[in-house]
């Protein structure tokens, strides 16, 4: 019974923090906030995209200030030259990390928990720790397998800069000869 109860207590403390945490950014403190919410999923939903009416709508981004240390130096990076915002593409990268660094953070605690039962407790809380184990070993292989597939796309991939920044060729004046 008390295994049951200790697992329990596991689970509790692996689901209730992403809960805890979607809950609260799914419900915005503010109209301001609320509209810009509603706005993205009809940006999401139109079958044009971004290239919609609804994109001339956004004018001004409004952002809840928060503090967070860590993600300061991620958000002056991620900023180039002109104040611009970040791209959606730089944004769901970020968003990325963010979970990756969750679930392992989560799973480094499963393993820590699950040790000091085991030692506790002993028994088959043991070949509890052992999956859980595995199975951050695996999560932590994915990782580096991930990691490797991005330095290398970086060696390999060429951007080119966008159409409209291209200068065209200067024209080719053809020069007459008049011959004698």
Known sequence: M???????????????????????????????????????VLERT??????SNL???????YEIPRYDPRSNVSQLAGRSAGGRRPSQAAMRRAEARRRRRDVFVTLLGA?????????????????????IDVAFVAY?????????QSAERELKVRHLPPT?????????????RYGS
């Open 46 to 51: 139109t079958p044009g995209g971004r290239s």
């Open 140 to 148: 932590v292989a994915m990782l580096v397998s991930i990691q490797q």
């Open 111 to 131: 393993v820590g928990v699950s040790f000091l039962l085991a030692v506790v407790l002993g028994g088959s809380v043991w070949m509890l720790h052992l999956i």
């Open 55 to 61: 994109a001339r709508l956004d004018v001004g981004r």
């Open 164 to 176: 409209a920044a291209r200068r065209p060729p200067a024209p080719q004046l053809a020069v007459r």
């Open 2 to 40: 008390l295994v049951l109860v200790i697992l329990g207590l596991i689970w509790g403390f692996v689901l209730i923090p992403p809960y805890l945490q979607t809950r609260r950014e799914s419900r915005p403190s503010d109209s301001i906030a609320s509209f810009r919410q509603q706005l993205s």
